[in-house]
T-cell receptor, first 113, second 115 residues
Framework: ETGVTQTPRHLVMGMTNKKSLKCEQHLGHNAMYWYKQSAKKPLELMFVYSLEERVENNSVPSRFSPECPNSSHLFLHLHTLQPEDSALYLC????????????FGPGTRLLVL | AQSVTQLDSQVPVFEEAPVELRCNYSSSVSVYLFWYVQYPNQGLQLLLKYLSGSTLVKGINGFEAEFNKSQTSFHLRKPSVHISDTAEYFCAVTPGSGNTGKLIFGQGTTLQVKP
């Protein structure tokens, strides 16, 4: 595996379900990111982790809970989501948090029913 | 705070024609500027970035962009497009200091290259 991988690629869940999105980077980077991409809206940064410490939380509702157990893995735990949370969730990584190039995974397409 | 406006949501163009995708930004501090491309069913890929130095930046796949501070613009250009350039293009900015990696994106421009 190379680059940034995300699983699952597609997810359908009910509003009462609990699920998790997984991201793994194979680039030796120290920073990881979660973005939300909704139709007709700009990409929105959700969270930034640097050396496994959360350095940015962009006013994300608590029904989204990130976890970064090490510099290669990033999770997004989902619970009691709303239909408006349906979107493409993109993970990215960079060498360090800052101006360095971010490398994106292919995303998880989430549908909340 | 920073914001980014991509002035065209869709740009149709014929193959081998030149193209310009427009991006304007707003910021009270200095910024760094980026263009990313997203092909169907893929994540974003960096095309080019402006950090400092020459205001004309060359990127991958024959794209270039010019930073214009007075007009707060960072338009993307390619002299001759190919069918394979059909994709979504995103302009983004990040503050020049105190940066935690937060990229602020525009809404995107869909480039449709027709044969």
């Amino acid at each position: 595996e190379t680059g940034v991988t995300q699983t699952p690629r597609h997810l359908v869940m009910g509003m009462t379900n609990k699920k998790s999105l997984k991201c793994e980077q194979h680039l030796g980077h120290n920073a990881m990111y979660w973005y939300k991409q909704s139709a007709k809206k700009p990409l929105e940064l959700m969270f930034v982790y640097s050396l496994e410490e959360r350095v940015e939380n962009n006013s994300v509702p608590s029904r989204f809970s990130p976890e970064c157990p090490n510099s290669s893995h990033l999770f997004l735990h989902l619970h009691t989501l709303q239909p408006e949370d349906s979107a493409l969730y993109l993970c990215a990584s960079s060498q360090n948090a800052g101006i360095e190039t971010q490398y994106f995974g292919p995303g998880t397409r989430l549908l909340v029913l | 705070a920073q914001s980014v406006t991509q002035l065209d949501s869709q740009v149709p163009v014929f193959e081998e024609a030149p193209v310009e995708l427009r991006c304007n930004y707003s910021s009270s501090v200095s910024v760094y500027l980026f263009w990313y491309v997203q092909y169907p069913n893929q994540g974003l890929q960096l095309l080019l970035k402006y950090l400092s130095g020459s205001t004309l930046v060359k990127g991958i796949n024959g794209f270039e962009a010019e930073f214009n501070k007075s007009q707060t613009s960072f338009h993307l250009r390619k002299p001759s497009v190919h069918i394979s350039d059909t994709a979504e293009y995103f302009c983004a900015v990040t503050p020049g200091s105190g940066n935690t990696g937060k990229l602020i994106f525009g809404q995107g421009t869909t480039l449709q290259v027709k044969p």
